[in-house]
């Protein structure tokens, strides 16, 4: 009852931070494009410095990008602000229930740093907090005057978080909160940047004034961020389903070059250059570099290549596994067999050969190595589950 109630917990919390994310990246894509495809209007038109016609679902739109003056305000503005805040807090629910429950064991990698619950869940809240502040001080219109300096900075930063992680955390772990940080300066820079400004504007439009039409793009530049943001959080969510990818020892490496590639793509996408189109040659080159990274596997060699049977295997699946995956648990945290894998025969065990293989390969499982599973034995139960 407990873990069916768990697992649904988990899959609507999944659910609806995949429908909310869709709507926001979704709206996202949508307005990069439009930006994109605006031209001069045929006929010049009072306040319009663009038009878009399209056609979608039986129906032609035509869509004008304009500025607002007093006298000029339209009734209904439509704002786009609960897509980003309904992903955030979605997101960050999940976060929080799959990370900082059952003592944070999928946040933790006691080799990697012996922290106890409450010291990784501090730890991730104090960088999440950290970095939006530092992110947000990069990027200070009155602080920081010179963009590349910015950028720059701002690239070397993410780099060091991404190693940094890796030392602090599970794999697991450093990948999902580089994501959540990620996340959280988009969520932030949309209610702290992007918005106020915008609603200044309106404001002044509505007293009568002309608004400061720089503040609008003050708002531009992180929305524009916002966008590149993107593909490195994407890529974040759908890796905690890769096990080989999170645990590879250059994990790190590999979130690096999807920022750097998704950046490229994302400037691909939107350039009306096409020499600046061609950036999705270096990003594929990034790309293909991840999948050679992850082709190079720890290499064990074992000396007796006899076939193995079930008996010679049967006491490392009791030591080293049985704890999470038995009828009656005996982990202190995992008192149910974890994801209903229950591994007590050989029957059991080969029917979940294929998962088993991806697990204990990819160093997924034991979780966190938890009962300390050694090489050889990693690689003599691959041997026998694979023959
Ligand atoms: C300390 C507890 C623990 C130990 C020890 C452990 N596991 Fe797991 N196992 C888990 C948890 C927790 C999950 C669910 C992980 C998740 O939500 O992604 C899991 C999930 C799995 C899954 C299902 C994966 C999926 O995506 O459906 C398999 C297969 C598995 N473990 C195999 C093993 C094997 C084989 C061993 C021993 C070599 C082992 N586990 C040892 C805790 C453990």
Redesign the pocket.
């Known amino acids: 009852m407990l873990s069916s109630l768990d697992l649904w917990v988990e899959y609507i919390l999944r659910f609806s931070h995949l429908v909310a994310g869709i709507s926001w990246i979704g709206s996202s894509f949508y307005f990069i494009w439009l930006d994109s495809a605006f031209e001069p209007p045929e006929e010049p038109r009072h306040n319009v410095d663009g038009e878009a016609f399209m056609v979608h679902g039986g129906f032609y739109y035509q869509v004008d990008k304009r500025k607002i003056y007093p006298g000029e305000i339209p009734k209904n503005l439509h704002w786009f602000k609960w897509e980003a805040t309904l992903t955030f807090i979605t997101g960050f629910l999940l976060f929080g229930y799959?990370y900082f429950l059952?003592d944070a064991?999928?946040l933790i990698n006691k080799q990697v740093l012996d922290i106890s619950q409450f010291q990784a869940i501090g730890l991730s809240l104090a960088l999440i907090t950290m970095s939006w502040f530092i992110y947000d001080f990069i990027y200070h219109p009155r602080l920081m005057k010179n963009k590349t300096i910015s950028n720059i900075l701002a690239l070397v930063l993410s780099c060091f978080l991404i190693y940094g992680a890796t030392f602090l955390f599970s794999g697991r772990g450093a990948f999902i909160i580089v994501g959540v940080i990620y996340g959280t300066c988009m969520l932030l820079n949309v209610w702290i940047r992007i918005l106020p400004n915008q609603a200044k504007m309106l404001n002044d439009a509505e007293n009568g004034k002309v608004p400061d039409y720089s503040l609008g793009l003050k708002s531009k530049a992180r929305s524009v961020h916002n966008t590149y943001f993107i593909f490195p959080v994407l890529f974040i969510m759908l890796s905690?389903?890769y096990p080989s990818i999170y645990n590879h020892e250059l994990s790190w490496l590999m979130l690096m070059l999807i920022m750097v590639s998704g950046a490229m793509t994302r400037q691909a996408m939107i350039t009306k250059n096409p020499k600046e189109k061609l950036l999705v040659l270096p990003a594929a080159v990034g790309i293909l570099a991840l999948v050679f990274i992850t082709s190079k596997k720890d290499q064990i060699k074992e000396t007796n290549l006899e076939e193995l049977s079930y008996n010679d295997i049967s006491s490392?699946?009791a030591n080293?596994?049985l704890?999470?995956?038995a009828a009656n648990n005996t982990?202190d945290?995992?008192n149910e067999a974890?994801?209903g894998?229950i591994?007590e025969t050989e029957e059991l065990l080969l029917s979940?050969k294929d998962?088993?293989i991806?697990?204990?390969s990819s160093k997924?499982?034991?979780?966190?190595n938890?009962?300390q599973?050694t090489k050889e034995e990693?690689a003599k139960?691959l041997r026998y589950m694979q023959q």
Do not use: E, G, W, Y
């Open positions: 799959l059952n064991s999928l905690n389903h490392i699946v080293r596994c704890s999470c995956h982990d945290v995992f974890q994801k894998v591994l979940h998962k088993i991806k697990q204990v997924a499982m034991p979780l966190a938890k009962t599973m990693r139960l």
